[in-house]
């Protein structure tokens, strides 16, 4: 017996989000590294709810989180966000590469890059992400868009 094919695709894309913080490059570069700190931003949020995270940030260490969704096409599902840091420089660069599942099944692998400059005034974020966005999951404009609420989502948690 032959099964069918399931056609395999794959969308590469690339884009840069540019965000600007009154806080200082340290404290923002501390919103990623300490744990406590990046799951109030990154992982906890509407919409989302947060049934594992844990984070260990050092080259070669990876984070884990698993979300249930409660809105949108997947309403009810479980995503699954794996990272692994492969560079840090302390307040200047974190390029991590991850990859988001739904289930058992990818549906996306990336690479981002982050990077921390002082304006003198604060600090000017860079995020650039190179990814393979795979047949059924998100693709580039959703993601970029879920970064751009995440950034934002930074910016009021700075501000406390």
């Given at each position: 017996m032959t099964l069918p094919s399931l056609e395999r695709t794959v969308t590469h894309s690339t884009f840069v989000i540019e965000r600007n913080y009154s806080k200082p490059v340290e404290?923002?570069?501390a919103a990623f590294s300490d744990p406590a700190r990046k799951r109030r931003w990154y992982a906890e949020g509407e919409g989302r709810g947060v049934l594992e995270f844990s984070m260990d940030f050092r080259v070669g260490g990876s984070d884990h989180a698993v979300f249930?969704?409660?809105h949108g096409p997947?309403?009810?599902s479980l995503i699954?966000?794996?990272t692994v840091y492969q560079d840090i420089v302390p307040n200047r660069r974190i390029v991590m590469a991850y990859r988001m599942s739904l289930g058992d099944r990818c549906f996306s692998a990336s690479l981002a890059t982050v990077e921390f400059l002082s304006t003198g005034q604060g600090t000017s974020l860079v995020f650039t992400e190179q990814g393979a966005y795979f047949e059924g999951g998100d693709g580039p404009q959703l993601r970029e868009k879920g970064w751009s609420g995440l950034l934002d989502g930074l910016d009021k948690i700075l501000a406390e």
């Open positions: 404290r923002v570069f249930a969704v409660d997947v309403q009810g699954t966000n794996d």
